[in-house]
């Protein structure tokens, strides 16, 4: 991170700046202080709303105090919270392990089942299915690729965003996108979305926030619930609160085609069996 503030806490420059502020940035100020731990899990839709102001003006408000925008500013407030709020007395390896528990217990308490019963018919309707992901999030389009394959869904992941952008131009009517983005801010998978929109496909959304740039788009909207700081973006934590959602996605598919998918199942085990001593 290389901003020009990064040893400068955003509360002092703020506090500096304070009276220069108009109302609309006495309010965004006003909840900043007022919800700091809210504040660096928020997309720039969600902060700009709870602010009660436009995107537009938080983005002024933010580089008004010298951050080149959001993401910058929320880096740093992170690690302002992080500083002052250290607990000595819980060890890494209980953190992360009661992070991982809550946010598999906070997934399951966001899924709409009507929307996830929604997304799976799509699925398994369609014979055009393509997953999009970048970074972390492209891991998880892989394995949704390999747990598809395995019941005989045939798919196709994308993580490079050129490629992305030249398979959504081909999609239809007939064509499913799974977009898979944590923050629903990747630009890269929001500008491929996009076209994928226009082209009629229908757009499965899995993400942490309901609003947000690729939320915009979603036909349907699937749900996480692992709050990523900025200070652990790409997080185990991240992933497995994904994966959780894509194991009720296969897992419905499954039983919506059981007969089949055992079938492909137990081919697939023969098949690959020989690769094992």
Known sequence: MNSPLSN???????EQHKHQFTK?????????????????YHS???????????????????????YK????????????????GTDQGETYL??????????????????????LAASIEAIDRSDDVVI???????????DMQHRLMRIGKHTSVVTDSHFQMMRAASLNEKSVVIAISLTGGTKDIVDAVRVAKEKKATIIALTNYVKSPLTKFADHILLTS?????????????KVAQLFLIDLICTGLTMNNYDEAERVKREVSDSISGKLY
Do not use: C, W
């Not at 720039?44 to 009660?52: C, I, N, P, V």
């Not at 999009?132 to 892989?142: K, M, P, R, W, Y």
């Open 69 to 84: 925008g959001f993401q910058d500013f929320k880096f740093l407030f992170a690690r302002e919270i992080a500083e002052a």
């Open 44 to 66: 720039l839709t969600e902060f700009s709303d709870a602010s009660g102001v436009a995107e537009a003006t938080a983005l002024r408000f933010l580089r008004k105090l010298g």
């Open 94 to 115: 209980e953190r992360i392990r009661e992070n991982m528990v809550q946010a598999i217990r906070d997934t399951h308490d966001v899924v709409v089942q009507d929307e």
């Open 132 to 142: 999009f992901g970048i970074g972390s999030s492209g891991i998880a389009g892989l």
């Open 24 to 40: 609309s940035e006495q309010k965004i100020y006003a909840y900043i202080l007022e919800h700091p731990e809210q504040v660096i």
């Open 8 to 14: 400068v806490r955003p509360s002092v420059v703020m």
């Open 226 to 238: 692992a709050k990523e700081s900025p200070l652990d973006s790409g997080s185990l934590v991240s």
